[in-house]
């Protein structure tokens, strides 16, 4: 008992913390804080998301037009106001870490997210001890969306009651830890944030069915932690309707992040109850010191992995997770975004082993282009899927960008020179032979 009381006084301890996280601040409107960004979006009006709709469209349109089976890249920040990006992010937090205490008080804190499962009994109790909602109320809740029939509600359980509390005219009240007070989950969740959902669904929906239409995938880039759990769940909805038969759109995991591992399983997990295909790009992060300073500054955790290292092992957690699921049901697809030639060869291992063929094109690899050439050249020849990102706009956004990759790639500086060194390779072997083209 005492062991299962300092779990759970650990895990609400970390609550107030990693509030602070999703809290609205002075910078929150300009992304260029540590950041050299190829293209930050500032909300102005509805109008100018629309702008930025049609730009996409037109980019899905180029797409089509420049190969078969193209991809086309966007970023929610530049289709919906930031400020409801970060509410909703935090309401979907809120209402996870409800779930965690929980699980926490039922002695299974620390446990992976798909292990975790609270005994729907417990709960009833917790919630009426609580004054939440009385042991016939949360019955209800249970029966309405045919939930706790096992005698368990996971996370994902959790989440789908989520859609239908959100929907009651009374609103769900959540405990404050801190102050002992029960707080509506849905506190800053007012008609106008209600109005932007609805337009930033409307636009997803106009440019996944666009997507469709031109036989083009759509990635949903990741951002800032701080919007992206409403970015991955934006994303999740669309592919609920839109990767039924086939991946048109894929979510965008940032392995630099130590809770990358829980959102790939968790998210693979949903579709595989509900029937649509997977679809994901791997990428290590964009936003690493941008994100440390604003922990640093506000006071929460950081969400960043450690380590170098730590996110390497990360990344092939989560590739080998994806790759898995591939070779058992063929309904998920995966690029795998990485300049790291070892990542590349772990891949390769993994599909040998797997018996994953380059012509099944449930895996394929991409990189930047005018980068790592010596990585994308051999995988197209050997029949490799492979994409060439083409990051776009004025010259002096664009190259703090290719900057920033350079930074995060570690040792990139070495490849360059190696790429260089085969290219004189290259060069000389076709003047001794006097093949020069």
Known sequence: LSSRTSAAEKEMGGTEQRKKQYRAHQGLGDHHGGVAGAHTYFYTDEAKCDQHMETFLRCIDASSGSSEDGFSAIKLTALARPQFLVRFSEVLAKWRRFFHQMAAEQGQAGRAVLDTKLEVEKLQEALANLNIASKAESQQWFMGENLGTSGTVDLLDWNSLFDSRTKLSRPLLLPNRKTGQLEPLLSHFKEEEELQMKRVLQRMDVLSKRAMEKGVRLM??????????????LTVETQRRFNRSQPVIYNTYQCYLKEA???VTGDMELSRREGWHFGTKLVRGAYMEQERERAAQLGYEDPINPTYEKTNEMYHRCLDYVLEEIKRSRKASVMVASHNEDTVKFTLHR??????????????????????DQITFPLGQAGFPVYKYVPYGPVNEVLPYLSRRAQE???FMQRANRERDLLWKEVKRRLLTGNLF
């Not at 040998?352 to 449930?362: A, Q, Y």
């Open 220 to 233: 949903v880039d990741a951002e800032q932690s701080y919007f992206q759990p409403a970015i991955s769940r």
């Open 261 to 263: 591992y829980n959102n």
């Open 409 to 411: 790639n570690r040792g």
């Open 351 to 372: 599909m040998m082993e797997l018996g994953i063929h380059p012509s099944d094109r449930k895996v394929c690899f991409g990189q930047l282009l005018g980068m790592c």
